[in-house]
């Protein structure tokens, strides 16, 4: 997705929360906006916005000194997100379609994004989870059988991961997927950290790596932007049979790809509820031929 | 006011908003935001922000090469609200206290305002003036006791107005101070276009100018930018029993003074509702002893 106008205040805004959170001091916050200024006239809006949420980063990363200004942030999420895990696998067990269940919870989990929201209570998001378990109304983005019909037939699924805290949800529905036998799983992180994008061992303190392999994409963007991706990535990338893509970052760097990719995500703001036709605030399941994009539905 | 962090988006935001409007296809809107952003570093964030708006507007003018970019919203803003003028006068005429019914709608017509809001329905923004009607609950900034003591004792008056149409509400508030006898009062606009604020031919078009003296303040800030002000203003400003000052913009850029001001404004944002202690979109009426400046009470 490119980037549109209205991106550039919520790029201050992203900015002045990232700021804020890495311990910036007033001054140090006014000379982080004013740096992303300076940057400004040189970003095309044909760039994705998550190009510019890299540049903030390390703006943020120079001028405050920290190389991961929001540990402490991310290992109060993997907290927070992992003693919801026994109430959550209690409202899996009792579901009548598991699948589509844990599919809506990894929607959920996707509202824990310091990126884009500026306060957080994982608690009171169970409340929107338990409400999304009822299903989506027919007026959203959330086709859940081409899903459902895709993880059918796929061998080798890429799970491209988000947030941390968000892994413990998506830890959720890979146990779901593994349900079903035959299926090849890679979980996917950042290569660097990158607001609060989980990493490799964020993934691992949320079990995920009992589970299936975790990789790096080597994207050090919150989204994953595929020029500066590995090459080992990019090889499973091209030839895996379904990608699971979660967040709005890897949506807005993917969106225009052709791989047979579904994006779940959380619409976290106008511009790119306008971009998929929904709204704001809402869960979305879609695949990228919503964009015109072809869906080849290989293997299986 | 001084600038808040929180501003500087905002400013990105309303320089978006102030492109479109005066008709910059996306090529011009992208250097607008690119040209604000060249002078965000030189901005102090001592300085209040009207100066940025005024900023803003001039690099919107140079851009669009338009010297008045919002002349037809401003002709749409007079005819509408001059439309709502009799409805206005005949709940007034019902009113057990007419003064004090007058100061909520001038309150209310405030929130017509282009600079602070995408959007505008004058209609629809009656209902809210009704509810004005009825007063403001005990939680918000409403000293109207205070005003009308002020106002019995002031003889001469300074009202400053704000935007276009709420001239319209601001004449009701004249008409209802001139009942009572012996007071001096000046209608002051800005100097020259500046968003959709009033210029001398606006308050004449909503028949100001049969009322009372209309006389500009010298300043093309988006506020009462003392500095820049003529000294004909200045004298009055320094001089006056007591001051009305309409809007936002007149606030954020007169309340560290210590002439007696009394701010009538809708509150636009949450910077000004927690730099004020009320909350974002209530109706305030205060004086600048809020702040802790010295209201003389000079005068009759």
Known sequence: MRTYLECIPCFFRQALTAARLAGADEEDQKRILDEVAGVLPTFSLNATPPEMGRIIYRIVMKITGKDDPYRDIKAESTRKALALYP?????????????????????????????????????????????????????????????????????????????????VFDRLLIEEMLQEPGKRI??????????????????????????????????????????????????????????????????ETLSEERQPIFFLFMAKCQVIARDIGCRNGDMVLCDNTLRGNAVSGRGG
């Open 87 to 167: 109430q959550l696998k209690e409202i899996l067990s009792q579901s009548d379609d598991r699948l589509r269940t844990a599919v809506s919870f990894a929607i959920a989990g996707n509202s824990i994004d310091y990126g884009a929201r500026d306060a957080l209570d994982i608690e009171k998001e169970l409340v929107s989870i338990l409400d999304a378990e009822n299903g989506a109304s027919a007026d959203t983005v959330f086709d859940y059988s081409r899903f459902r019909d895709a993880f059918h037939r796929a061998e080798t699924i890429l799970y491209l991961g988000d947030n941390v805290g968000e892994t």
């Open 186 to 251: 890679t979980y996917v992180v950042r290569e660097r950290p990158i607001i609060n994008d989980a990493l490799i061992d964020d993934a691992r303190q949320c079990g995920i790596d009992d589970l299936v392999e975790i990789i790096s994409s080597g994207s050090d963007a919150p989204g994953t932007l595929l020029p500066i991706c590995s090459p080992e990535f990019l090889e499973r990338f091209n030839n895996a049979d379904m990608i699971v893509s979660k967040g709005q970052g890897n949506f």
